[in-house]
């Protein structure tokens, strides 16, 4: 199934403005493996990039030990590094060679991100680790541009324990007099609600509409009944004398022949030739 991009990453920023207080400009944590990737797949202006993604103004960070990583990579390298030295320089405090790049990273961000970083990396392992941070987004990046990341498990149940804290009853009002037995109504509300059973009707299946049933035609060719058969016989007219027991015959309309039209023509003809 297509992935709607824009509409998941609208969503996933707003997200993080409203449950973890993120605001513009963006902070991106860059890692040295996600800049060479974009560098490979021809993305030249990643600025510009991140923030059609995000559609906010966004400020792009590498770490001295991410510039280290790419440094120390060499052969193949080289544009990924030059591109690197373009972004703003984020003094991590590492000495040289004290540790790597995606540890430097774990450091920047912490247990809870208080800095409001967004990290953008093809490490899928540091991308699984980080995943514990709650409100920490990470971009990265395929063949088809960038992606954020859907916001992890412990980011939305983090926020939605703020949520139900913000709207429960604050601890100074529940201990006013007013709200003195709150525990004790709801602890009794609860009890009622488990003791009480609510019978429920069950549907059982219907019959047809009685409107729409065609009702029963009775058959014309019913035998008779046995006492009446012999009434029936004896009002049938009996036949006529003489007949052969059929129905009586009319008389029938004969045409009359013409007598001696012929006798009189031949007549005539003798005639004639008599004289």
């Known amino acids: 199934m ?9 969503r996933a920023v707003g997200f993080y403005k409203l449950s973890y ?11 040295g493996n996600f800049i060479h990737a974009t560098m490979s797949a021809s993305m030249l202006d990643l600025p510009d990039l991140i923030h059609k993604l995000l ?3 966004c400020k792009l960070y590498v770490t001295r030990c991410a510039m280290r990583e790419l440094e120390e990579l060499g052969e193949g390298f080289e544009k990924s590094l030059e591109a690197a030295h373009k972004y703003e320089l984020h003094k991590c405090g590492h000495a040289p060679g004290q540790c790597s790049a995606a540890k430097c990273i774990k450091d920047q961000i912490g247990r ?3 800095n409001h970083w967004w990290l953008a990396t093809q490490d899928k392992g540091l991308r699984q680790d980080l995943s514990q941070v709650a409100g920490l987004p990470m971009l ?3 063949v088809n541009g960038l992606h954020l990341e859907e916001p992890a498990g412990m980011s939305k149940f983090t926020a939605h324990e703020a949520a139900q804290t913000q709207m429960a009853v604050p601890e100074y009002e529940r201990k006013t007099s007013a709200l003195a037995d709150l525990d004790a109504l709801r602890r009794e509300v609860k009890r009622r609600e488990s003791s009480s059973t609510v019978a429920f009707r069950r549907k059982k299946a219907k019959g047809p509409n009685p ?8 058959k014309q060719n019913q035998a008779p009944r046995k006492g009446k ?3 029936n016989k004896q009002s049938q007219p009996q036949p006529a004398e003489g007949s052969d027991g059929g129905e009586e015959r009319g008389p029938k309309n004969r045409k009359r022949k013409r007598s001696g039209s012929k ?3 031949s007549k005539k003809g003798s005639i004639g030739a008599q004289s």
Do not use: C, M, V, W
């Open 2 to 10: 297509r992935r709607k991009k824009h509409k998941h990453t609208r």
């Open 21 to 31: 207080g993120f605001y513009e400009p963006f902070k991106i944590l860059l890692d």
């Open 55 to 57: 559609g906010a103004q």
């Open 112 to 114: 809870t991100n208080a």
């Open 140 to 142: 990265f990046a395929s």
């Open 211 to 218: 409107l729409a049933i065609r009702k029963a035609s009775k």
């Open 229 to 231: 058969s012999q009434d």
């Open 263 to 265: 006798n009189e023509n």
